[in-house]
């Protein structure tokens, strides 16, 4: 049997189900039993593999974050964040685009997932910058595009992905990798909103009451210690990524059921119904992705791109542009756990041969598929984000080509300079 023809069994039909349409995980999964019926491998195998795929106990720290985004949502807890974030930015001119750029940065701290950021901040702030005089699509290009930070900061669960695919990298050490890059990340999209902001001439923010000030510091702290009881348990040993969301699980039930009482406790199992969906997502597009590597690695495909990528060149600039650019056009047609799982076996080898640390891998993959999310055909939080603001993707993707062209700019900054992504984890670490 021909290697070669396998291959091209398995790309045509993997392809091939996309076109159809068909959802991710099948189309992994059926381009999976397809390559196999040629080789002439038991079906049992993909059983075996999908089975392995998610027996980990360190898999079980991502539904731990999504039910306590899920949970940190259903409240006022965006309103919190968006007062807190408006002490600190909300009076200059475009100060509501600036108070949007930092609140998905606390929020994104908290539930780790940039879809849930645009969900919970952008229904608050959205209508909030339209009814201010913004134009909309204005609106919804800079929450969703300050929302991407969700990806890169801790806890993003889409880390604990990565390390799980790229084979128990650290999460501790990916988690911290990501604080500098989404504090810069954060820094350049304040800029480039104020600058849109001042050529508009958006009005200026109203600054907050002085007498309000410690009730919202004291909510906005009590929403933020979220993320600081995650990071903080990991990084002292205190418990593992695992215990960390099961902790923090329990904080935000009891913060938001029983501390701010926004919600009723009956809501809790329309929480844990949205979380059982997304989770059974997730996990059976883990299960399917651990069978599909599986025929890659029996194929040595991987050994066989490695080999590609280092006939065209050994410079570790070249290849870095070369991945860069391969990532972003993916992007545009796949969504960001199924390129995260497919691409990590395939790219990783190829990086570490050139001595590329694979953390700072990690980021470069992450921001790079955290901005195929708000660009179309299969932008995730584009589309949700113009639901939010009743604009067409067309409008949306126009008024977001300046936050996409400064995050294109962050990327290439965290490729190029490994230190903004490895001092932190070097120095805590090591």
């Not at 640390?357 to 955290?370: A, E, Q």
């Amino acid at each position: 049997m021909s290697t070669t023809l396998a291959i091209l069994i398995l790309v045509i039909s993997f392809v091939g189900l996309i076109v159809l349409r068909f959802p991710i995980a099948i189309t992994l999964a059926g381009s999976t039993l397809i390559t196999l019926m040629y080789l002439n491998v038991p079906w049992i195998v993909v059983g075996q593999t999908m089975v392995q795929g998610i027996n980990s106990f360190p898999l079980l720290a991502i539904p731990f974050f999504i039910l306590a985004g899920q949970i940190m949502s259903v409240g006022g807890m965006a309103l919190r964040i968006v007062n807190l974030a408006q002490i600190f930015v909300g009076a200059v001119r475009g100060g509501l685009a600036l108070v949007s750029c930092v609140a998905c940065m606390f929020f994104g701290n908290i539930s780790g997932s940039a879809a849930a950021d645009v969900s919970s901040v952008g229904s608050v702030l959205i209508p909030a910058m339209k009814k201010k005089g913004y134009d909309a699509d204005f609106a919804v290009a800079v929450t969703t595009s300050a929302s991407i930070q969700g990806v890169i900061v801790p806890p993003s669960h889409n880390l604990v992905m990565y390390s799980l695919a790229a084979g128990g990298i650290s999460v501790s050490a990916l988690f911290l990798g990501g604080i500098v890059p989404g504090l810069i990340l954060l820094f350049t999209l304040m800029v480039v909103s104020y600058v849109i902001a001042r050529k508009r001439q958006y009005v200026k923010g109203e600054p907050v009451k002085l007498k309000d000030v410690p009730k919202i510091l004291r909510d906005g702290f009590l929403s933020l210690l979220t993320g600081v009881i995650i990071l903080g348990g990991i990084l002292s040993g205190w418990f593992t990524a695992t215990e960390a969301g099961a902790i923090a699980c329990a904080y935000a039930f009891i913060l938001t059921f029983f501390v701010y009482r926004d919600v009723p406790l009956s809501q809790f199992w329309v929480v844990m119904k949205r979380t059982l969906r997304t989770v059974s997502m997730v996990l059976f597009l883990i299960a399917a992705s651990a069978s599909f590597g599986y025929v890659l690695a029996f194929l040595k495909v991987p050994a066989l791109v490695t080999d590609l990528f280092l006939s065209v060149s050994t410079n570790p600039i070249i290849i870095l542009m070369m991945i860069n650019v391969l990532l972003l056009l993916l992007g545009f047609p796949m969504d960001m756990a199924p390129m995260i799982l497919i691409m990590t076996p395939i790219l990783l080898p190829i990086v570490t041969s050139l001595g590329i640390d694979p953390v700072h891998f990690g980021l470069i993959l992450i921001l790079n598929c955290g901005i195929g999310l708000i660009t179309p055909p299969v932008g995730t939080v584009l589309f949700i984000g113009c639901a939010i603001g009743k604009v067409s993707v067309d409008r949306a993707t126009k008024a977001s080509l300046p936050f996409f062209f400064a995050m294109i700019a962050v990327l290439l900054l965290i490729t190029y300079v490994p230190q903004i992504t490895l001092w932190l984890p070097n120095l805590v670490l090591k």
